[in-house]
């Protein structure tokens, strides 16, 4: 196990009240480093408040701590910690009005530039590997909760230990996971496989709608209008549906639409090795924005353009592969 | 790391041939296991020959050590060893004629009986578990083609770490892994989510058909012979097809119907908790076999009438449930 700054241990040990912060719209690795950390301050005597956006999405439904998501704050804490918030703008706005005497930064974002009075900062798979650290060191011993709760950071910040963010050290904190607690295979699957019937019949209709352009390098992916509205709106799309494009063979960059409303669609944009374009200035050029391989933005117009203009960005991209 | 028999390390160190054996229709945890095996005898200096069924399936065709797999067999061996195959009926037939002076089987399924002069069982997450600690204990390095090949044998028989197989050890080997490779991300992918574009339409085809029946405990799912015709045939049709229906909220049961000759149905039956009833006790009535989760069987007939079957079934158990 790496080591935990001394700074990050002595302001625990030195303060009494704490209020935990995460960033908006938390996922999995946010809730789970809050219900760690927190009930793990708790298990020192600690006294502890959250300040997390609700209601959870669906499937971290699950923590008796999030009970305490909705508790009424005080004016003053010890210590404000922010978790897995990469800037002080990504954290739950409104941020409290409440006076910190210090503000704690514990992330694994690498963006994360620092902006707590002190800072623990380290590129791991999910900022819940650096709450168990922490907690390690500190001598805590999880309860089945907090044991759950790191499992749950860690599963969902690396799609259940695939992504390239996983490390030895990853494998060692599972590990001592599972020395306390020999299955995990309800909560994997809840965190990874479970969908509701509207989300699994959209996730069906954007499955069933994939084509593909280009030497299938180019896959596009529609979700009309009608399809969302008949199983519940925007709001049961999940995620994965983006990715659809990625996991067939052979395609370099995929555009999912969804027709979120009569006319407007919002495009999320995906590539893959080899392709290098930088997707976000795809994306830019339509007023949106994100990363090198996935970015999105809301387009309101003439859809076969828009096909017609991706297909020449991947013929641009064949043409010109050497010279990028 | 668990211990391994010692007559297990005496058979390798005191013996120059092997011939390795595993399952047929070999899966990720056969193939790894006998690539990481055979490579790490290799290591050490033996002849080793394998006798695998080809072709592999496409996912796992990627082990530069897989073009051995034709070579042609000696007419006698020190030691035949048999990998991840619970019976010696289950190893690829016709079982070679080569004189063995001793049978040696590692392998993790819980039915294995020992059918060998020498074995080594142990209820593991997967058979690489215990090549990963035979090589440890003989004190192999791994080299890259060896660590991915624990990979796959573990990964795919987790299902990316997710299954309740999965124990400390398993994380404990995956971090001896990731200190010898820092990615397995391309290979995560390759093994768990990726598509050729048929597959990925007919597993579209597939969520598209979801039903769910009797207060959506019962989810049916039907892919028709001209879908599986435009695809390509039921070569096409991908493993988790059969558990599209289980990753459904609230479902108990789900049958999968795949309309594999016009008119002929190959059915899969699936369940889970709370669900109690034997599902291989269905199929058996049809003709059909598996195990209490996980069954199937072919069908001729009405397909109607086999629904209402299957929803009689569900009537039924929910109504005994607390006597089942």
């Given at each position: 196990m790496k080591k935990v700054p001394t700074e990050i241990l002595d302001c625990i040990k030195e303060n009494q009240s704490f209020l935990i912060l995460v960033h908006n719209k938390p996922d999995g690795d946010a809730i789970g480093s809050a219900i760690a950390f927190g009930k793990g301050l708790k298990a020192l005597g600690k006294n502890v408040d959250y300040y997390i956006e609700t209601p959870l999405e669906d499937k971290l439904?699950?923590?008796?701590?999030?009970?305490?998501?909705?508790d009424e704050l005080r004016d003053e804490y010890d210590v404000v910690t922010f978790l897995d918030?990469?800037?002080?703008?990504?954290?739950?706005?409104?941020?409290?009005m409440v006076d910190a005497r210090t503000t704690m930064v514990i992330d694994h974002h690498a963006t994360n530039q620092g902006y707590g009075d002190i800072n623990f900062l380290e590129i791991t798979a999910a900022t819940a590997e650096l709450v168990f650290r922490i907690l390690d060191a500190l001598g805590v011993e999880l309860d089945p909760e907090m044991v759950e709760a790191v499992f749950t950071g860690i599963s969902t910040d690396t799609g259940s230990f695939q992504?390239?963010?996983?490390?030895a050290e990853t494998h060692q904190i599972l590990s001592r996971l599972y020395e306390k607690r020999d299955n995990f295979a309800v909560l994997s699957k809840r965190l990874h496989s479970e969908k509701n019937y509207a989300q699994m019949k959209l996730y069906g209709k954007a499955v069933d709608s994939l084509q593909l352009y280009e030497d299938n390098t180019l896959a596009w992916i529609f979700l009309s209008y009608a399809d969302i509205c008949k199983y519940?709106?925007?709001?049961?799309?999940?995620?994965d549906v983006a990715n659809i494009g990625m996991?067939?063979?052979?395609?370099q960059l995929s555009a999912t639409v969804k027709?979120?409303?009569?006319?407007?669609y919002r495009v999320s944009l995906r590539s893959k090795t080899?392709?290098?374009?930088?997707v976000s200035l795809i994306a830019r050029k339509y007023g949106g924005g994100g990363h090198m391989r996935a970015a999105g933005f809301t387009f309101k117009g003439d859809l076969k353009a828009l096909k017609k203009e991706l297909i020449e960005v991947i013929e641009y991209y064949r043409k010109h592969e050497e010279d990028i």
């Amino acid at each position: 196990m790496k080591k935990v700054p001394t700074e990050i241990l002595d302001c625990i040990k030195e303060n009494q009240s704490f209020l935990i912060l995460v960033h908006n719209k938390p996922d999995g690795d946010a809730i789970g480093s809050a219900i760690a950390f927190g009930k793990g301050l708790k298990a020192l005597g600690k006294n502890v408040d959250y300040y997390i956006e609700t209601p959870l999405e669906d499937k971290l439904q699950f923590f008796s701590e999030s009970r305490y998501f909705e508790d009424e704050l005080r004016d003053e804490y010890d210590v404000v910690t922010f978790l897995d918030c990469s800037t002080i703008e990504y954290a739950f706005k409104p941020v409290p009005m409440v006076d910190a005497r210090t503000t704690m930064v514990i992330d694994h974002h690498a963006t994360n530039q620092g902006y707590g009075d002190i800072n623990f900062l380290e590129i791991t798979a999910a900022t819940a590997e650096l709450v168990f650290r922490i907690l390690d060191a500190l001598g805590v011993e999880l309860d089945p909760e907090m044991v759950e709760a790191v499992f749950t950071g860690i599963s969902t910040d690396t799609g259940s230990f695939q992504f390239a963010n996983v490390t030895a050290e990853t494998h060692q904190i599972l590990s001592r996971l599972y020395e306390k607690r020999d299955n995990f295979a309800v909560l994997s699957k809840r965190l990874h496989s479970e969908k509701n019937y509207a989300q699994m019949k959209l996730y069906g209709k954007a499955v069933d709608s994939l084509q593909l352009y280009e030497d299938n390098t180019l896959a596009w992916i529609f979700l009309s209008y009608a399809d969302i509205c008949k199983y519940g709106g925007p709001v049961q799309i999940t995620d994965d549906v983006a990715n659809i494009g990625m996991n067939v063979i052979g395609v370099q960059l995929s555009a999912t639409v969804k027709e979120v409303e009569c006319g407007i669609y919002r495009v999320s944009l995906r590539s893959k090795t080899p392709f290098k374009i930088d997707v976000s200035l795809i994306a830019r050029k339509y007023g949106g924005g994100g990363h090198m391989r996935a970015a999105g933005f809301t387009f309101k117009g003439d859809l076969k353009a828009l096909k017609k203009e991706l297909i020449e960005v991947i013929e641009y991209y064949r043409k010109h592969e050497e010279d990028i």
